[in-house]
C-alpha cells in the first residue's frame, strides 16, 4: 500500500535537526512562547506536519503573528525569535526612507 502525496509526513526535522511528530509540538495552552516553541511551530508548518490555519486555531495565533515569526527566523535565525529582540531586527529590516 503506497503512501497517498496529499497525506501529511508523519514527521519533520526540528530546526536542530531532531525529528518531531505532531506529538512533539508545544501543547495547545501554550502561554510561554521561549524560542525553541516558536521555532518547532514553524518547522512543523513548513514540513506540512500541520497546516498554517491548523497551528494558528492551535496556539490561537493570528497569521500575521505566525507569518512574522518565519520571516524572522528566515532573516535571522531562531535568534530572531528572542522576544526581547524583535524590536532591534524590526528595526534592521525597516526601509529607508528616501
Known sequence: MSKS????????LTPVGT???VDDLPPPETKRW???RKAEVVAAVRGGLISLEEACKRYTLTIEEFL????LMESHGMRGLRATRIQDYREIDKPADG
Not at 512574522?68 to 520571516?71: E, P
Request: no cysteine; charged share 30%.
Open 34 to 36: 521561549v524560542i525553541r
Open 5 to 12: 502525496s496529499s497525506e501529511p509526513p508523519k514527521r519533520v
Open 19 to 21: 525529528p518531531m511528530t
Open 68 to 71: 512574522s515569526w518565519q520571516r
